[in-house]
């Protein structure tokens, strides 16, 4: 599995992107899919995920009240929108999938060795 991550770019605090992750090859059914993101210097933190079955959402506590994360099944593709965009949110992107069709909740977790295919990530700036 293959993911392709785009949206990223620079934006004034207070600005919003839309992120988009597709699978280029494959398809993102029975996979949960998590959006992780790592700022320079720090380690890859867990920003929001939703279940393939369910469309169970978890957010971080930075991300809660200001970013959305959603899916298109029928357009392969899952979207994370951030809103009231913060110097803070300055990182690169992941997405991540994990394949479990019945999982009622997801996890923000990073686990070493458990996800079916990640992407190459895209930049978010958030400067003025």
């Known amino acids: 599995l293959q993911l392709v991550e785009s949206g990223g770019g620079l934006v004034q605090p207070g600005g919003s992107l839309r992120l988009s992750c597709a699978a280029s090859?494959?398809?993102?059914?029975?996979?949960?899919i998590t959006w992780f993101r790592q700022a320079p210097g720090k380690e890859r933190e867990g920003v929001s995920c939703?279940?393939?079955?369910?469309?169970?959402?978890n957010y971080a506590d930075s991300a809660k009240g200001r970013f959305t994360i959603s899916r298109d099944n029928a357009k392969n593709t899952v979207y994370l929108q951030m809103n009231s965009l913060k110097p803070e949110d300055t990182a690169v992107y992941y997405c991540?999938?994990?394949?479990?069709?019945?999982?009622?909740?997801?996890?923000?977790?990073?686990?070493?060795?458990?996800?079916?295919?990640w992407g190459q990530g895209t930049q978010v700036t958030v400067s003025s």
């Open positions: 991540a999938a994990v394949w479990n069709p019945y999982a009622a909740i997801c996890s923000l977790v990073l686990e070493t060795g458990r996800y079916n295919g």
């Open positions: 090859r494959g398809s993102l059914d029975y996979l949960a």
């Open positions: 939703i279940t393939f079955h369910n469309y169970s959402t």
